[in-house]
T-cell receptor, first 112, second 118 residues
């Protein structure tokens, strides 16, 4: 069974600092990995999707890396802003049945 | 496009009652799924569908039924509500269906239904 872990569960940083969010998974047989953002009381919004053959994806201030062999992904958010405050979840698509397994998320607070 | 819509946004049920959570998408997506989100546990897959007339179970299907009569709609039915079904329910959809009937594309989520069972 695929286990996805996100540590820490919560993070508070001052505005302008770079954010580093971690995601680890136990089974390296994945098809892709996605990072989502969730605002309080809202649904999930996809931020980045990395195919298993890729090492990283970038979108604006966001950069996500993937090391499949070690079972890790990292989401970097450059020059954080208060508007980046949200919960960030990672999810892996398993190769055997293509179902998504989610981590519990990291809740980020960016202080102005 | 409205994207993925869910109704109702909030619902309170008594134990034993039944109800249907509605989900609709207007993006012509083949793959639709239902998740529940509980504190500290992430999202868990309840049921999913790879197209009209085709559904399958996810990780936590007990107590829930689904059907997919059209591409647009994917309702989730609670047969006899229990306090353990208190949760936030999300519907998601995506475009791609690869060989074997599974979707691996970016998923679009609805805003969720917050359900409390007393």
């Amino acid at each position: 069974k695929q286990e996805v872990t996100q540590i820490p569960a919560a993070l508070s940083v001052p505005e302008g600092e770079n954010l580093v969010l971690n995601c680890s998974f136990t089974d390296s047989a994945i098809y892709n990995l996605q990072w989502f953002r969730q605002d309080p009381g809202k649904g999930l919004t996809s931020l980045l999707l990395i195919q298993s053959s890729q090492r990283e994806q970038t979108s604006g201030r966001l950069n996500a890396s993937l090391d499949k062999s070690s079972g890790r992904s990292t989401l970097y958010i450059a020059a954080s802003q208060p508007g980046d405050s949200a919960t960030y979840l990672c999810a892996v698509t398993r190769s055997n049945d293509y179902k998504l397994s989610f981590g519990a998320g990291t809740t980020v607070t960016v202080r102005a | 496009n409205a994207g993925v819509t869910q109704t109702p946004k909030f619902q309170v049920l008594k134990t034993g009652q039944s109800m249907t959570l509605q989900c609709a998408q207007d993006m012509n997506h083949e793959y639709m799924s239902w998740y529940r989100q509980d504190p500290g546990m992430g999202l868990r897959l309840i049921h999913y569908s790879v197209g009209a007339g085709i559904t399958d179970q996810g990780e936590v299907p007990n107590g829930y039924n689904v059907s997919r009569s059209t591409t647009e709609d994917f309702p989730l039915r609670l047969l006899s509500a229990a306090p353990s079904q208190t949760s936030v329910y999300f519907c998601a959809s995506s475009y791609g269906v690869v060989a074997g009937g599974r979707s691996t594309d970016t998923q679009y989520f609805g805003p969720g239904t917050r359900l409390t069972v007393l």
